[in-house]
DNA sequence: CTCTTTATAACATCTTGGTGTTATGACTTT
DNA sequence: AAAGTCATAACACCAAGATGTTATAAAGAG
């Protein structure tokens, strides 16, 4: 079982030292640096490579979602764990999408931070079901395809699919073998349908946009 | 603490008779239903509505994600688990797309099984944070935005921006108050830098497809 | 067997988009 | 001070897309 080392962005100066003790004093664990800003982070950790940095949402100057997605950027196989007190929607993804694989409260057990930190270390997302329910939500709604598109007929499905990947009409009758005439057919039925009056907004309603 | 009615949907005999009597054991849960294939969920499920349904994946005929499908498209609030054998990404995002909220293995024990379904039932996700990390996964790579779009300036991104949205040239000048002759010079700029010759392709690229 | 839908096709006309070329003032970098 | 970048602008030319109208054969619904 391998030494892992962390680091800590907090600006809160008891919970960042709570946090410290707790790495330090437990077998299997390394606090090798804590920071109370993003800028300070941003200096030191490049020269430290912790195995997993944890990183609190709100700091004074640049927030911790920032922080994240320039390390994440230089340095892909770091790991990072969002510490908070939010479960806010917006926060959740906008940590996700800047490079973070954990989300867990600020109110977890020592025991179960420790347990996050070697999960996460070992290649899981720890996070609560609460959370990772909101994740599976944004998943559902991106699934739901706009109704307008059920009404057009397969062939016309397919000139928009043509449409959406850039070709020319030339182009489209080309590879499906039909007329330029009647291509321009098919899309201006497809727009009716779709009730666009444009090739952009006709694609941007097949990708549900 | 309400009791939770909870239906099975399993092909494996003996994989369905021990879930049964575990889930009909314990205090807190009642299994008000127990099918071998889809087809038979589909026709019973609607008359029993159970609080939570636990789908096998690979069901004889119709399989586990056209069955969530169609309940959770008729019982949004019916709550789905997918049980499965494997770990397989495809599997796991079809399974969330088509409507499932929590995603355990088969392999999870008894009492992990109980507290699943309850914690899903009560709005959580259950799922490993292996699989957790899948699906973080999947956000983080369609957060990297095309690098060529860097290397646009600002105000190149605004006119790409008003281009995605399906604007005219002369809207677009209208807007941004230019002249429609800058909008096509931008316009000229935009398409050189991300190497497209057309609208779509433009916006293809900006949306990273 | 008629009515409707679908896929096919053509032609005219007008609008919009894409390309080439040139230019100017503001600002930044060297 | 010279060189480069950026946002602005104009003009010409041709290609491509959008609109309106009309038509026909095949398939499916009633």
Known sequence: MDIISVAIVEDNHDIRQAMELLINGSEGY?????????????????????????????LPGMNGIECIARLKGEFPDMQFMMLTVYED?????????????????????PG???????????????MSSQIARRVVAYFQKQAKPNPALEALTSREKEILDQLSKGFLY???AGNLFISIETVRRHVHNIYEKLHVRSRTDAVNKYFNR
Not at 30 to 54: D, H, M, S, T, Y
Not at 116 to 125: F, T, V
């Open 170 to 172: 030339k182009e489209i």
């Open 89 to 109: 929607d917006d926060k959740i993804f906008m940590a996700l999408e800047a490079g973070a694989s954990g989300y867990i409260l600020k109110k977890t057990s």
């Open 112 to 126: 179960e931070l420790l347990d996050a930190i070697r999960d996460l270390h070992e290649g899981g997302s720890p």
């Open 30 to 58: 390394a606090c090798i640096g804590a920071f109370n800003n993003a800028e300070n982070a941003l200096e030191k950790i490049p020269q430290l490579l912790p195995n997993v940095v944890l990183m609190d949402f709100n």
